[in-house]
């Protein structure tokens, strides 16, 4: 090989290399769907839903609702769990996230609660118990506000939705929101999900599973937008109150995204008369962090 020859493939590469895209350059469509060999999609309203469940005959019916930004695999312990007990178990990704579509909308709760409840009357499920982590916590409330006669018991784990927000009133987000998101945020996005744990050295490949997500386009405009549509939920949690139904909140004893000390005054007022549990040594994600102590007190005393 010539010299020059060696220098005009180095350049190429390089070319190559810097052209091709390291972001958002996924589309979800049809030909996309072929390529997911588990789980199941359906259109709903506002576009393709991907979701799991399982075959059980079982009447008892648990629906786990992810957080912010990692889509349903964030359940998948508590779900398998869940499954071999013998519960009808269903877990999904909320538009924008994971697998699901991301519909040009404004990400709201009500985006979120109506896609919930769009699957489970597609599924023929009439009710159930909804489990709802981080910002899960909101969507489950905002589902019992909209259609409270298909609740049973509503399970907050960690959840974001006592948060105090000032409402936005330009809720649009524009290209130049989206690009310095990408340039800005998305170089450390992933590592920095590790601060969900208490102990993140013990989930060396959390963050390169998390990586794979940015490679869907839309995602940016997504998280985005849920963060402008993020209001106070004041009046739908104290309607649950109201309404007897049956309300657990489990938060780590470490966790840093939701601190409880920061919020657990408003939740006593809003739902002063739910069940409680702290689960020990863990942070953020206490159903995977201390998967045994969580899930005692889900399956032996939550859902008993």
């Keep these: 090989m010539t010299i020059k020859r060696f220098f005009l493939l180095v350049t190429l590469s390089v070319f190559l290399s810097c052209s091709s895209p390291k972001y958002e350059y996924i589309i979800k469509d049809d030909l996309f769907r ?30 786990f609702i992810h957080g912010f930004s990692v889509p349903s695999y964030i359940w998948d312990k508590t779900y398998n769990s869940a499954k071999e007990k013998g519960y009808k178990v269903i877990k999904l990704d909320l538009y924008g996230r994971g697998f699901s579509d991301n519909p040009d909308l404004d990400y709201t709760d009500d985006l979120f609660a109506n896609q919930v409840i769009e699957l489970l009357e597609a599924l023929e499920i009439k009710n159930a118990t909804f489990l709802g982590l981080s910002n899960g916590g909101r969507v489950i409330s905002k589902i019992a506000d909209l259609k409270p006669n298909i609740v049973e018991k509503l399970v907050y784990v ?21 690009k310095d998101f990408i340039e800005n945020k998305y170089p450390t996005i992933s590592s920095g999900q590790l601060s969900d744990f208490k102990y ?105």
Aim: zero cysteines; charged letters at 25%; hydrophobic letters at 30%.
């Design 158 to 178: 960690s959840a974001s939705s006592f948060n105090s927000h000032k409402e936005l009133e330009n809720k649009n987000v524009s290209e130049d929101e989206i």
């Design 200 to 304: 993140p050295e013990n989930y060396p490949n959390w963050d390169d599973k998390y990586e794979e997500l940015l490679k869907f386009n839309g995602f940016a405009r997504a998280l985005i937008s849920t963060l402008k549509n993020h209001v106070n939920l004041d009046s739908e949690n104290k309607e649950i109150s109201d309404s007897n139904k049956t309300v657990y909140t489990i938060w780590g004893d470490s966790d840093s995204v939701v601190v409880y000390n920061q919020i657990k005054d408003k939740l006593n007022k809003l739902l002063p008369n739910r069940f409680e549990y702290i689960v020990p040594n863990s942070g953020h994600l206490p159903h995977i962090e201390n998967q045994n102590d969580f899930e005692n007190y889900l399956f032996d005393v939550v859902l008993k």
């Design 34 to 63: 072929t390529t997911i060999k588990k789980g199941n999609f359906l259109e709903l309203k506002n576009g393709y839903t991907y979701f799991n469940i399982n075959n059980s005959s079982s009447e008892n019916t648990l629906v």
